[in-house]
């Protein structure tokens, strides 16, 4: 336990360190942070984020690289005139998504070429069709990049994976590539319709895998009525939903009625990947949700968030084995 005397310390540290980063260009901050995240970029790998706000010394400002084409992200409502001047002279296409805004629209072009229709970057040797006219998020998740990893060593021929709130289907891909077979569940047809458009673009059949369009809870109650079993279930839902019924879900206090269900529908030896980005809940009070109605022999098994996530560390992952 840390002593008064350390905490005054660390604290003194922290707030020089405050100063000092106000006192560095925007330019230098970002150049710095680049360089240090270009170990990441390779002929695998070609999306990763390259700044991570407070992480990087600018707290609520973030960039995210897609196969070299840039979206800027920050909370304010206006970018600054240093911002401006920097990503102008970059030689990227930029985008830029305002966050936390009520109305959820596309990313803004702001410079170089602009980007208009979808294209593919690779993450850990596998390719994903990214977007910049389909909403506010571009057709991956940067912060799952070691889940999915995790995926796919745990998918083996033979094994079926379930991914449910599957957005486009990057878990879904994932498993298959280790040899698995899925079934990728959502609410939206055209995110199915993009999941089967991943599959193919890394020689995957998608007429061998299922898609199942609807509720969550809902499936999960079908197959465990059914008896239908998965060696596998991905649960990352939303932090807040409502079904069509007007019920709600929030994560903070319902995450064990999805894993109380998906472990009916598990297969003995079988894991479930558990996860949140939901800012309320810290890392205990995730792992007492999430389980408090599995069986008593599980083992979590927490998995951090990808080395140049520097700043807030809001992602929860606890991977169940059962």
């Given at each position: 336990m840390a002593t008064p005397q350390t905490r005054y310390s660390l604290e003194f540290?922290?707030?020089?360190?405050?100063?000092?980063?106000?006192?560095?260009?925007?330019?230098?901050?970002?150049?710095?942070?680049?360089?240090?995240?270009?170990?990441?970029?390779?002929?695998?790998?070609?999306?990763?984020?390259?700044?991570?706000?407070?992480?990087?010394?600018?707290?609520?400002?973030?960039?995210?690289?897609?196969?070299?084409?840039w979206v800027l992200s920050t909370r304010d409502n206006r970018i600054s005139q240093d911002l401006r001047e920097f990503f102008q002279q970059c030689g990227k296409t930029v985008y830029w998504k305002q966050l936390d805004q009520h109305q959820k629209t596309n990313p803004t072009h702001l410079f170089g070429a602009e980007q208009t229709t979808p294209f593919i970057a690779r993450e850990s040797g596998i390719q994903y069709e990214i977007s910049f006219q389909s909403g506010y998020s571009q057709g991956i998740f940067l912060d799952q990049r070691e889940n999915r990893k995790r995926v796919r060593q745990r998918s083996n021929t033979g094994d079926r994976i379930l991914n449910t709130f599957s957005y486009t289907g990057a878990f879904s891909v994932s498993a298959a590539m280790g040899g698995a077979t899925t079934s990728t569940l959502d609410l939206s047809q055209p995110y199915l319709d993009w999941a089967k458009n991943n599959l193919s673009h890394n020689q995957i059949d998608p007429a061998s895998h299922y898609f199942c369009k609807g509720d969550t809870f809902h499936w999960l109650r079908r197959f465990a009525k059914q008896g239908r079993k998965f060696d596998g279930i991905i649960l990352d839902p939303p932090t807040f939903s409502r079904d069509d019924k007007g019920k709600v879900f929030r994560v903070e206090k319902d995450y064990h009625r999805l894993t109380d269900l998906a472990a009916q529908c598990l297969n003995p030896g079988g894991w479930i990947l558990a996860s949140t980005n939901c800012r309320k809940m810290s890392d205990h009070d995730f792992l007492f949700e999430a389980s408090r109605r599995l069986p008593r022999h599980y083992k979590a098994t927490p998995l951090p968030m990808p080395e140049e996530y520097t700043g807030e560390q809001y992602l929860k992952t606890l991977w169940f084995d059962l």
């Open positions: 540290t922290s707030f020089f360190r405050h100063i000092f980063l106000m006192q560095v260009p925007v330019h230098q901050l970002f150049e710095t942070a680049i360089a240090k995240r270009q170990h990441l970029l390779d002929d695998n790998t070609n999306a990763v984020r390259l700044f991570d706000g407070s992480g990087d010394g600018l707290a609520d400002v973030f960039l995210e690289c897609f196969a070299d084409r």
